[in-house]
Nanobody, 119 residues
Framework: QVQLVESGGGLVQPGGSLRLSCAAS????????MTWYRQAPGKQRELVAV???????KYADSVKGRFTISRDNAKNSVFLQMNSLKPEDTAVYLC?????????????WGQGTQVTVSS
């Protein structure tokens, strides 16, 4: 059994910062790509940032220069530092990870954490 748990969301004023965390736990052999998505009400889920296990990070154009994805492999965790937040960044942020547990590799999702940017 593998679980992903996000934390760090909340209410912040425009221009502010938040740091999201996502920790994987359970029967984990290896973690490959870790990704942050977001979904705003009435909109499709959007890829925000990707951290491959052995490659360069990638970002959506809308967050480049403002968001930074990083990971701590020893703690099976991925983070999203969000600076210069805008009201349009308001969404539920979800963590996704490709995790090998036993013989199989599957994609796992966290439950999401709400980020609200408002004055």
């Amino acid at each position: 059994q593998v679980q992903l748990v996000e934390s760090g969301g909340g209410l912040v004023q425009p221009g502010g910062s938040l740091r999201l965390s996502c920790a994987a736990s359970g029967n984990i052999h290896s973690i490959y790509t870790m990704t942050w998505y977001r979904q705003a009400p009435g909109k499709q889920r959007e890829l925000v940032a990707v951290s491959p296990s052995g490659g360069s990070t990638k970002y959506a154009d809308s967050v480049k220069g403002r968001f930074t994805i990083s990971r701590d492999n020893a703690k099976n965790s991925v983070f999203l530092q969000m600076n210069s937040l805008k009201p349009e960044d308001t969404a539920v942020y979800l963590c996704n990870a490709d995790i090998r547990s036993g013989l199989w590799t599957n994609a796992y999702w966290g439950q999401g954490t709400q980020v609200t940017v408002s004055s």
